[in-house]
């Protein structure tokens, strides 16, 4: 197993951290990802019509009905080709030879926490061929397009997500773990532009599993509580698993776009769904860097 971008074996870096003991957990939850590096698109027109973006606007068929329509259009977030991807493990479980494209409600700016902010997001799925028309102008807020260039990488879970709770980790084994995890994030992790498809995402105020499976099935947040973690609760926690990270677009300076407080939109779906194509059942949660009141 090796570690993209020179950053040396999977295995040298747990030896560095000294977290053998846990070694097997590590590398069987390891996932393959696709990461994204932005670069600023002078003039949009130079960017190929269905090209792998984010920002701009929407490249899809004239029959499309806008997403969010009159009067609140939602925001075209991103583009994503998957015939444009590199070989990686998880690209079996995505449409081949189709474009994704991503909207969500920047005026309302839904967090994702609540089962009515289900209107507030779209992702489209358009079969690679189809003819496309460069639509947006005037009809919703447009940020600053940039390419998205794709290069694999692996992600591992977010030191506080259940799955690395469940490994019984010391306190000297949880700190060497969160200098791995930091470790194979790219550098400018911190100041935003840490776009990722699949693989676990980097959460800033915490897992997004369970948060899903309550938002998604109609239940708030709040009226759980600690509870989630109570026997009785233990079929919805089984039934969190099931989702996983579709795309991660994170504030982006080159884009000038900014997700409240520098923070990051997620769009997660059900493995299932994402295996049948049925986009429609996504959900988007919003993280803020910083303090936030969590609504």
């Not at 003039?43 to 792998?52: H, K, Y």
């Not at 920047?106 to 489209?124: A, F, I, M, N």
């Amino acid at each position: 197993m090796w570690w993209s971008r020179d950053k040396g074996s999977l295995d040298e870096r747990i030896s560095r951290r000294k977290l053998q003991r846990v070694a097997d957990r590590i590398k069987g939850s390891v996932r393959e990802c696709i990461r994204f590096e932005s670069e600023i698109a002078r003039n949009e027109d130079n960017i190929p019509v269905g090209a792998t973006k984010i920002g701009g606007r929407a490249d899809l068929p004239a029959s499309t009905p806008w997403p969010g329509g009159d009067p609140t259009p939602m925001t075209f977030i991103a583009l994503i080709d998957t015939s444009k991807l590199p070989p990686f493990n998880g690209r079996a479980d995505l449409p081949a030879d189709t474009l994704l494209s991503f909207f969500f409600d920047l005026g309302t700016s839904p967090r994702g926490y609540h089962p009515k902010d289900r209107s507030g997001w779209q992702v489209l799925a358009t079969p690679l061929g189809t003819p496309l028309v460069r639509r947006g102008e005037g009809i919703a807020s447009v940020y600053t397009p940039c390419v998205l260039k794709p290069w694999k990488d692996l992600s591992l879970p977010d030191p506080a997500s259940d799955e690395v709770g469940a490994w019984g980790l010391d306190s000297r084994e949880d700190d060497a773990y969160i200098g791995l995890w930091k470790g194979l994030m790219p550098a400018h992790a911190e100041d935003g532009e840490n776009h990722q498809l699949l693989g676990y995402a980097s959460t800033i105020e915490g897992d997004l599993h369970i948060l899903c499976e309550l938002a998604s099935t109609g239940i708030y947040w709040r009226t759980v509580g600690p509870k989630v973690y109570e026997p009785e609760m233990e079929p919805l926690r089984n039934a969190a698993t099931e989702w996983r990270l579709l795309l991660q677009i994170d504030s982006d300076k080159r884009a000038d776009f900014r997700m409240l407080n520098a923070g990051r939109l997620y769009f997660y779906i059900r493995d299932r769904a994402l295996k049948a194509g049925a986009f429609d059942e996504a959900w988007a949660v919003v993280q803020t860097r910083g303090a936030s009141n969590l609504p």
